[in-house]
């Protein structure tokens, strides 16, 4: 029996039975399409709670899926045993999901707690609290200490009017509103143990399968440490950007980890693997001194494992040479979005191309194992013929850099869905979006078309979604094509990458015919042709890894380690 049963849904339910083209909305993150990666916050959820004497248990549903075409869910969710159900609505993608989860979870469990939470549950309360399953929304991006107290006053069979963060309904179904008060600004109270906490939870549940956070982990077992909650900067389309967080988080500044807790993370992967580890945010943002201070414990740790780091804007020479001491063939990731200056400040970027590439020259001198560049379609300004001018932009990188093998160039639509709480979503018509879609379940619905382009849930003064869906496919051919040219990825393999993409856009054209015509019964019959063309690998996926050798993860040295005898 445990205290709190943490479920993470996959995008749509039950994706397996749907007929779905799905496109290239994941090419550049470790999941597929299905999204099954689990918010990380899971992890420190659980291990905060079982610190306070909780029993918490973690299960990938979506992760399970994607891996046995005959897991039952239904039967997997009767069998769990527990007092409250934790359903992330983090990301909006999984909005179909995470409802339809909370459906099960009601069926099987009518007495048990429904509970959602994550930027997107923050961000759509009310409607959550209109379905009929779902008990509590709670709200915030520390959610640790209000769930702890949620837990107790369900235990104690007291009133959750006390509990901060906390959305309910009472007896007559009102919903009520506990004050947004829980906003730390000090996070050192959590992530203490975490990764400790996930190894100890496969142990006592003998559940790997539950905990695996994207399908391809165990060979590439990248695990990712965070350093603030928050952000300084003001994407106009990133719902996790400064205004986002103050508007719909209520957290008015940003909260930085200190270098030793960061270190103590990297420290702690280690232990138990050998794959990369990437330290998410610009840690440039936790203040000069701070970051040297990271970079010198790191240096003293002599970290085995190559780091990954993003960037948010081209960081100074001495810089990068410090990097390059602390962390052998690191790699580095920024997203200039666009080739175009003007387009990169309108989407909230302010930096040149001269300073990009001055940056490139440095990393690459320093001796960096890789440097990604992440261009992205659906920005504001952007037209078509702008997008193919980022392909050019990019022979042209690939010329003056002599088509150094360590660059890599990347290039993705804003799919599927504008982040709600960004800039762009919020105030659209200043920065030339149209909404198409504004409620929950209209973003539910929309997640059940047969194909991306009419999932998308916006379009800009410049670009409608067909033409989104158009350029994305066709920038990424030619980038494809650009590459092999330049040696970066062998000919064999683009063509294998040119061929899905045809096939994909085929496919588009027969689902949009039908799908005009209401035609929805023929769209069914497609499902094989479309299953065969989700489940092809893209090549982005290969180029984003970093060799790894053998020997990745070292489940004995972990199990040592929690045995106690060494730490
Ligand atoms: C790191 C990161 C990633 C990592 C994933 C790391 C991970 N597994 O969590 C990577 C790079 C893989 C990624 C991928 C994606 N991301 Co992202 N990501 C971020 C980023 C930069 C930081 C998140 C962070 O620091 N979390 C801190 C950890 C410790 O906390 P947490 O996981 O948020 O959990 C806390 C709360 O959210 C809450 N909570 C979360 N779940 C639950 C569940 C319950 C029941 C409760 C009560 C509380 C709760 O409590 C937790 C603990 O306090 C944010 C932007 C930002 N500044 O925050 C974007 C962000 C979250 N990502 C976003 C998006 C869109 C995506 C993608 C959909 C992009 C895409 N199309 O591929 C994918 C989804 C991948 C998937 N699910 O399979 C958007 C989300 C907008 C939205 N509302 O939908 C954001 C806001 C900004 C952005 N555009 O990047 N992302």
Request: aromatic share 10%; with cysteine.
């Amino acid at each position: 029996m445990s205290d709190l049963v943490l479920l993470h849904a996959p995008h749509v339910y039950d994706f397996r039975k749907k007929t779905i083209l799905y496109g290239p909305v994941s090419d550049l993150v470790p999941a597929t399409p299905v999204f099954e990666m689990y918010p990380f916050g899971l992890t420190s959820i659980a291990e905060y709670l079982e610190r306070s004497g909780f029993r918490v248990r973690i299960a990938n549903i979506a992760g399970r899926m994607l891996k046995d075409k005959n897991f039952n869910v239904e039967k997997f969710i009767k069998k769990l045993r527990a007092d409250v159900f934790g359903i992330d609505l983090h990301w909006l993608v999984h909005a179909h999901g995470a409802v339809e989860i909370a459906r099960l979870v009601k069926k099987y469990h009518p007495k048990a707690k429904v509970v959602l939470g994550g930027f997107s549950a923050s961000y759509f309360y009310r409607d959550l609290l209109g379905y009929p399953e779902i008990d509590y929304v709670m709200r915030g991006d520390s959610t640790e200490e209000p769930l702890r107290q949620l837990l107790e006053v369900i235990k104690g069979d007291q009133s959750v009017e006390t509990v901060p963060n906390l959305i309910w309904k009472d007896n007559a179904g009102s919903i009520k509103e506990n004050p947004f008060s829980y906003v730390p600004d000090d996070i050192s109270h959590v992530m203490v143990d975490h990764y400790h906490g996930v190894i100890r939870s496969v142990f006592r549940h003998r559940d790997l399968g539950s905990i695996i956070p994207f399908k391809d982990w165990l060979r590439y077992p990248v695990t990712a440490v965070f350093t603030c909650r928050g952000c300084n900067h003001n994407c106009v389309i990133c719902g996790g950007s400064n205004t986002a967080f103050r508007t719909f988080l209520n957290r008015q500044k940003t909260v930085f980890r200190s270098p030793q807790d960061i270190a103590r993370d990297i420290r702690s992967i280690g232990k138990f693997s050998r794959g990369p580890i990437f330290i998410l945010g610009d840690i440039r943002q936790l203040g000069d001194e701070c970051a040297n201070e990271l970079l010198d414990i790191l240096a003293r740790q002599k970290v085995k494992n190559q780091l990954m780091l993003e960037v948010f804007n081209p960081p100074p020479t001495d810089f990068l040479r410090k990097l390059s001491r602390t962390a052998e063939g690191f790699c580095l990731e920024i997203s200039p979005e666009s080739h175009d200056s003007v387009i990169r400040k309108a989407a909230g970027k302010y930096y040149s191309n001269e300073e990009m590439e001055q940056m490139i020259a440095d990393t690459l001198a320093v001796g960096c194992g890789r440097i990604d560049i992440f261009f992205m379609v659906g920005i504001p300004e952007q037209t078509p013929q702008s997008v193919m001018q980022t392909v050019d932009y990019c022979q042209h990188l690939l010329e003056k850099f002599r088509g150094d093998k360590r660059i890599t160039l990347l290039l993705g639509p804003l799919a599927p869905f504008l982040d709600p709480g960004s800039l762009a979503f919020e105030q659209p018509q200043k920065y030339g979006y149209k909404i198409l879609l504004n409620t929950l379940e209209e973003h539910r619905q929309a997640l059940l078309a047969p194909s991306w382009r009419y999932t998308l849930n916006y379009e800009t003064k410049w670009m409608d979604r067909h033409q989104i869906m158009d350029i994305t496919y066709e920038a990424i051919l030619r980038l494809t094509r650009l590459k092999a040219e330049y040696g970066l990825i062998p000919k064999k393999v683009a063509e294998k990458q040119v061929g899905r993409i045809n096939t994909a856009l085929e496919l588009e054209k027969r689902i949009g015919e039908l799908w005009r015509d209401g035609n929805h019964q023929d769209i069914e019959l497609l499902k094989p042709q479309v299953d065969k063309i989700n489940a092809m690998r893209a090549i982005e996926r290969d180029e984003l890894e970093l060799s790894i050798g053998t020997g990745r993860l070292r489940y004995l040295s972990s199990l040592w380690s929690l045995l106690g005898k060494r730490n």
